[in-house]
């Protein structure tokens, strides 16, 4: 029997949206970020919300509810416009690019997994918080 794993789970994801966050955003959200820890645990909270539901419904894009502390800043930075609301649009391309190395990392696991078996699994169980992701169920499936 084989057995092989990796660091795949959520709070992976979580990074690489913290990682996009900065790329995107540079020196506006990491200053923000070291001004204001009561938010950036606001905004983590509703990165949770948005996470958990991505990929379910079909839909083409993924709102992120920012504190309104962010919000300000990229409002004024010219990155955000009033008419946002406070919310964060992240292009269906955008949520991939987050998403996709650890998903193709948890599927890669999964197809060796099926291929060293001697007889074919009927079932996988996924486990841990972010086993309830619709689209990690997708890509899984797929």
């Known amino acids: 029997q084989t057995f092989s794993g990796d660091c795949c789970g959520g709070s992976y994801v979580d990074e690489a949206f913290w990682r996009h966050m900065e790329q995107k955003y540079e020196a506006k959200f990491t200053d923000w970020v070291s001004r204001k820890p009561k938010d950036v645990l606001k905004l983590k909270r509703e990165w949770l919300k948005t996470k958990l539901i991505f990929g379910s419904g079909g839909a083409k894009r993924a709102l992120v509810v920012l504190p309104p502390s962010l919000a300000n800043i990229l409002e004024e930075a010219g990155a955000?416009?009033?008419?946002?609301?406070?919310?964060?649009?992240?292009?269906?391309?955008?949520?991939?690019?987050?998403?996709?190395?650890?998903?193709?990392?948890?599927?890669?696991?999964?197809?060796?997994?099926?291929?060293a078996s001697a007889r074919p699994p009927t079932k996988l169980l996924l486990v841990g918080g972010f086993a309830g992701s619709p689209y990690l169920q997708m890509r899984v499936k797929a």
Request: glycine share 6%; hydrophobic share 40%; aromatic share 6%.
């Open 80 to 115: 955000m416009d009033e008419d946002d609301d406070g919310e964060l649009e992240l292009s269906q391309r955008e949520m991939q690019a987050i998403f996709d190395p650890i998903v193709n990392r948890i599927v890669e696991l999964t197809d060796a997994q099926f291929g």
